[in-house]
């Protein structure tokens, strides 16, 4: 990343730190979000513990992972992408906006499962970019957020990796992203054992379709992981899988 960006950054980060203007309110003086929006827009949702796509209160599991259950064992997402959100996520991944890694990490947290899925996590895991994509930005925003979790050792940044650069995912169906994400995932071949038996907890800020997780999560499972879930900051509304 440029010196300036980097600059831009690190002035942001700071701010954010200190009462200013809510950046979806705008109201005086709060932090980077106010209570009143974290209450408007970040409100608990009945979720499916497979896949975080909106279900009925009281249902446990949508009828597609019934179906045909994933990798994952359990995922939960705090918010729908959506608005605000989408917003807020393109200024931390695409605007060189890290500041917001600790008020969306606070959101993931407070998520209803969050708490179980991080005390019972064995090791973090955050989904790792493609080498060019990680060169362009400067920065992994799951690694961010797995950080401003707080779950101390138990976070091994290096241990998943992205061999290749896959082409862009935006516009792709679920069939077709898996296809581009074949063979993308793979355990650092020195540390592979550290899975073994093990569970883990993925990290990431958006998904989608579920075709990135469960690639990852595949992945784990070919190591010798015994149970994988994964922790994302926004879920895509259901009608794009």
Avoid at 70 to 88: F, I, K, N, R, S
Avoid at 120 to 138: D, F, I, M, N, S
Avoid at 224 to 234: S, T
Wanted: aromatic share 4%; hydrophobic share 50%.
């Amino acid at each position: 990343m440029p010196f300036a960006p980097v600059l831009s950054a690190l002035a942001r980060h700071a701010a954010a730190l200190v009462p200013s203007q809510c950046a979806l309110c705008h109201a005086w003086p709060a932090q980077r979000l106010c209570a009143a929006c974290r209450l408007q827009f970040a409100a608990p949702a009945a979720r499916c513990g497979s896949c975080a796509s909106p279900v009925a209160p009281g249902v446990d599991r949508c009828g597609a992972c019934l179906r045909e259950p994933p990798p994952l064992q359990g995922c939960v997402a705090a918010v729908e992408y959506g608005y605000p959100w989408a917003g807020v996520i393109g200024q931390f991944k695409f605007q060189a906006d890290p500041g917001w890694s600790a008020t969306l990490a606070t959101l993931m947290r407070a998520a209803p499962g969050a708490s179980d899925l991080l005390q019972q996590a064995e090791l973090v895991l955050p989904v790792p970019l493609a080498p060019r994509r990680l060169r362009e930005r400067g920065y992994n925003q799951a690694l961010l957020l797995a950080r401003a979790l707080q779950v101390g050792s138990r976070l091994r940044s290096g241990l998943l990796l992205r061999l290749h650069d896959t082409d862009a995912q935006s516009g792709l169906g679920r069939a077709a992203r898996l296809r581009n994400l074949r063979g993308a995932f793979a355990l650092q071949p020195l540390a592979a054992g550290a899975v073994q038996g093990r569970r883990v907890l993925l990290v990431d800020d958006v998904m989608t379709t579920g075709a990135t997780l469960h690639a990852a999560a595949l992945a784990l499972h070919a190591a010798g992981a015994a149970h994988v879930d994964a922790l994302v900051m926004a879920r895509t509304p259901s009608r794009y899988d």
